[in-house]
């Protein structure tokens, strides 16, 4: 039992790893050798770097610690124990990539003209570290662990406090860099904020197909036998004539969008077809769990 349960931790600890691997690399390889600017607490070491040419592993770990703490008195240990486990790994990637960069083993995109380049990928590495890491279940802690905090004290929104500190740490960064590097930090933001939700959501993507149809249920076997897909019959009953029917639902890949289109249309050419996204598929024909 015991070894079980080390498992289950260390197939989760294994993915946070890579991902404040990535993350921390983004930081140092793209946004502090272009001096662009990130959000939250990682935003305030950046400015004290910039400012004071404080080490960033160093003020990660002091300003994150403190809120780690709160954090584990206020959440409890099974909300913050990940949380924990990824502000450790931040820092000692952080660290690990600033050794390699002070003894040249590592030389950063600096770039005096393209700055969208640096943007664009700074954007993409970040947000896939923060991606692997939140889909994991961890944090890299600071502001995460406010708002948290906040939002079960007064109920308040999360996102809404995150981007609110954003802004605040975005904003006073103003007194150390050129109004076009923030600029440039917004771009490098927008990428992050999507490549997060691609990998939170999953990068395999389907289609659900809603059929509702008087001969729902010669549909649902012609796709059963044709495209040995799994189908739900729906009970529904239409609310202007008030007559019973069944509605079909079924999830298929993108490459069959148009096959299965013409097999309903095959059967009843009038039918009300919804087509809507699905991220993340699990289960027999999709990705296994």
Known sequence: MKSSKLFAIGKTVAPIMLGA??????????????QLMEGGVTGITILLNYAFDLPIFLTTLLLNLPLFLLGWKVLGS?????????????????WVFERLIAGGWLIPFNTEHDFILASLYAGVTLGAGLGIVFRYGG????????????????????????LAVDIIIIGASLLYIPREKILYTLVA??????????????AYAAKAFTIISDDAPQIADLITAEMDRGVTLIPA???YSKQAKHMVYCVVS????????????????????????????????????
């Open 21 to 34: 691997a990535i993350y921390a690399f983004g930081l140092l390889y793209f946004i502090v050798p272009n």
């Open 78 to 94: 099974n909300q913050i124990f990940y949380t924990g486990i990824g502000i450790g790994l931040l820092t000692f990637f952080l």
């Open 139 to 162: 944090t890299t802690g600071g502001v995460d662990i406010v708002a948290r905090i906040l939002a079960r004290k007064f109920g308040w929104s999360m996102g809404q406090i995150i």
């Open 189 to 202: 933001v927008f990428i992050s904020s999507r490549v997060i939700d691609f990998i939170q959501e999953g």
């Open 237 to 239: 009953i239409g609310a």
């Open 254 to 289: 993108r490459q069959e969008i148009r096959r299965l289109s013409q097999l309903v249309k095959s059967i009843d050419p009038t039918a009300f077809v919804i087509i809507s996204d699905v991220h993340d598929v699990q289960g027999e024909g999709f990705r296994q769990t």
